[in-house]
């Protein structure tokens, strides 16, 4: 099922990260990026076994494991601060023919297949337009965080830090190529956070959610 999107304003008065927040959002105002190493051999074979594809699958994940903790929700909408309740996957469609990129996005749906499947017919709708955007005459939901990959580098870091003066406080994802060491499959993957909006807790709490979640792929299929 395809969620609703619903924001709610936050009780800053009564919430216990306010002093944080502030600090950090105003105070001083910081960002932090770290690149992390995943084993993603079982989350390849149940895709592959599957006939689906892997990039709306690695889309899918991180979307729904972010999701799960309302700091990686935090935004500002008309200066009141609060959370969403999900998130949806904004993501780089590639053009061979220049070598340059659109932004797609896809509604984060509760059912893998059915993400899956709107995931294709966005590609196959919007994938060739040329532009900044992909969709014509659409722009992003006001839900929508960068989650996307470097398919031809498996790096060790990636790190972005891109905050000007706009209150943006989602979190952004990149992973790199898949590298094959043995039998495994190590998919780099780097993670930028808005300290304003969570801690290096949220973020293990979401990375050790994402590599179960790898490694039982079998069971969203």
Request: aromatic residues 16%; contains cysteine; glycine residues 6%.
């Amino acid at each position: 099922m395809r969620p609703e999107m619903r924001f709610t304003p936050i009780d800053f008065a009564s919430w216990p990260r306010r002093e944080t927040f502030t600090y950090f959002s105003k105070m001083a105002p910081t960002g932090y990026s770290l690149t992390v190493e995943l084993d993603a051999t079982k989350l390849y074979n149940a895709v592959k076994a599957a006939g689906c594809r892997f990039f709306p699958a690695y889309l899918w994940l991180v979307t729904k494991d972010l999701q799960r903790q309302p700091e990686f929700c935090l935004a500002e909408r008309d200066g009141v601060l609060g959370w969403f309740n999900c998130l949806t996957p904004l993501y780089a469609a590639f053009h061979e023919d220049d070598k340059t990129f659109s932004l797609l996005w896809t509604a984060y749906d509760d059912e893998f297949p059915a993400f899956h499947a709107a995931y294709l017919e966005d590609k196959a709708r919007h994938g060739a337009r040329h532009g900044i955007l992909g969709k014509a005459g659409e722009v992003p939901p006001p839900n929508a965080y960068t989650v996307s990959c470097v398919p031809w580098v498996s790096f060790r870091h990636f790190a972005v830090h891109s905050y000007g003066k706009q209150p943006y406080f989602l979190p952004s994802v990149e992973a790199g190529r898949l590298r094959q060491e043995g039998e495994k499959r190590i998919l780099p993957l780097s993670m930028t956070v808005h300290h304003a909006a969570a801690d290096g807790w949220q973020v293990q709490t979401f990375l050790t959610a994402l590599q179960r979640d790898m490694d039982n792929f079998r069971s969203f299929l």
